[in-house]
């Protein structure tokens, strides 16, 4: 009798342990983890989640972390001796959440003045002076403190002229006050500007950018400041600054000066690296600086030839059309010359054709035409018509291969009437070093010089 009572005990005693053993449902540990908020307005205040304590406010909340795959838990409840108690609702939060939940308690000691069933909003903006509507009512000028508002979610709506209109919702607390900020976005304005000028026909520049010719209309400008430049061949640029009105149009006549007569120009020949030898129509013009431009003054209308060489570089060769009081600019970087070796051909052809083919101040025939056996490297082509001006470009051959020029020729330009004798010398010598300078074809671009 006595070992069955011991088997029997030993039995309870192992269902215990194993009952023991098995934690709740509520303390099971999953595998993401957000935090619940107790917010309260009196501190050392119980708070506990289903009945369970969790601690005490502290500098007016209460932050529990909590397993958001565990036991979620319903409600919570706050606690203090001598002060009323509050429960409320709980929902638990995501994975990395917090989610907060407000509590009011007031003291006991004076039974006779119920706690306040009622919260208040205060409502700011930047700028201020906003008008501020609550639930749809209006409410005056931010700032402003809306009062006696039952507890629950009301929309806010902060208006100011010129400003994007700033919708927002709030939820009040009994007993509490909520706060909105808006921070107002000024609205996009825009206006136009009606542009003519004498002479008509001018470019307009409006901050920099092309935007067409005189007379013209520009829409959907941004109000404000801008700068509005007009440029015209034979005229001074006219620049000022112009206001955009929001909402209107603003009429602006430019009046240009012209340019004194004159049968020269400029070249501004700029260069990376710097340090590079130009001459300009065969005769030595000097060197590019390091940093900015080499200025040639007093070039005679027309187009001449340009060329740049620096040693360990592939030389440049282009053509610059020089207008009268105008400015054009020569700018290249200079590649670094290759070794090379085989023989490919070159493919030359001309509009219109029928013109002279020069390889390296060599002629070796008239367009359209294909030349073999060209040793690899860089060569020069130059392509010469009567009536034409020359046109010189530098190819690069490459072994086995068929390196194509295709020369559009442009009807010469009557030369300017000699000024003085020793300049006629010097333009049949540039004409003579063209065909053996040897660079990169390209166009330059003018821009007047005030």
Not at 108 to 134: E, M, Q
Not at 213 to 234: F, M, N, Y
Request: charged share 5%; glycine share 12%; hydrophobic share 35%.
């Amino acid at each position: 009798m006595k070992t069955q009572s011991a088997f029997v005990v030993l039995i309870i005693g192992l269902v215990i342990s194993l009952v023991l053993s098995v934690p709740p449902a509520s303390a099971q540990i999953g595998g993401g983890q957000g935090w619940i908020t107790i917010s309260c307005n009196v501190d050392g205040a119980s708070v506990s989640f289903d009945g369970s304590y969790q601690g005490t406010t502290s500098g007016g909340s209460l932050t529990v972390p909590v397993y958001v795959t565990g036991q979620p838990f319903q409600s919570f409840t706050v606690t203090k001796a001598g002060y009323s108690s509050y429960s409320g609702p709980l929902s638990m939060p995501a994975d990395g959440q917090t989610l907060t939940f407000s509590a009011a308690i007031y003291p006991l000691s004076t039974p006779t003045t119920p706690p306040p069933s009622t919260g208040s909003v205060s409502i700011d903006s930047s700028p201020r002076g906003a008008a501020v509507y609550f639930n749809g009512n209006y409410r005056g000028l931010s700032p402003v403190v809306v009062s006696d508002v039952y507890p629950g979610s009301y929309s806010v709506d902060v208006e100011l002229d010129g400003y994007q209109s700033y919708l927002s919702t709030v939820t009040v607390y009994q007993g509490s006050q909520s706060s909105v900020f808006a921070s107002l976005v000024p609205q996009a304005r825009t206006g136009s500007l009606y542009i003519t000028s004498d002479p008509a026909g001018s470019s307009v520049f409006l901050d920099g950018l092309y935007q067409g010719i005189t007379p013209l209309r520009l829409g959907s400008l941004t109000s404000g400041t801008h700068t509005l430049q007009l440029d015209h061949t034979g005229y001074y640029d006219w620049r000022s600054p112009v206001t955009v009105p929001a909402g209107g149009t603003t009429t602006i006549t430019g009046t240009m000066n012209p340019l004194p007569a004159s049968n020269t120009g400029w070249i501004y020949v700029s260069s990376s690296p710097g340090g590079a030898a130009v001459t300009i129509d065969g005769n030595p013009a000097g060197q590019t600086p390091v940093n900015g431009a080499l200025e040639l003054s007093n070039i005679p209308v027309g187009v001449h030839s340009v060329s740049i060489e620096l040693g360990g570089y592939q030389s440049y060769l282009t053509t610059s059309a020089v207008i009268a009081n105008t400015v054009s600019e020569v700018s290249i970087a200079l590649q670094p010359t290759a070794p090379a070796s085989g023989s490919g051909s070159v493919a030359v052809q001309s509009a219109p054709p029928g013109a002279n083919v020069f390889l390296d101040n060599s002629f070796i025939g008239v367009t359209p035409l294909t030349l073999p056996d060209v040793p690899a490297g860089s060569h020069i082509v130059t392509v010469q018509l009567a009536g034409y001006a020359p046109y010189s470009a530098s190819v690069e051959v490459a072994a086995g291969t068929t390196s194509t020029v295709s020369a559009p020729l442009s009807a010469a330009t009557p030369a300017a009437p000699a000024t003085s004798a020793p300049l006629i010398p010097g333009i049949a010598a540039g004409a003579l070093v063209i065909a053996g300078v040897i660079a990169v074809g390209k166009d330059s671009r003018g821009r007047k010089r005030e």
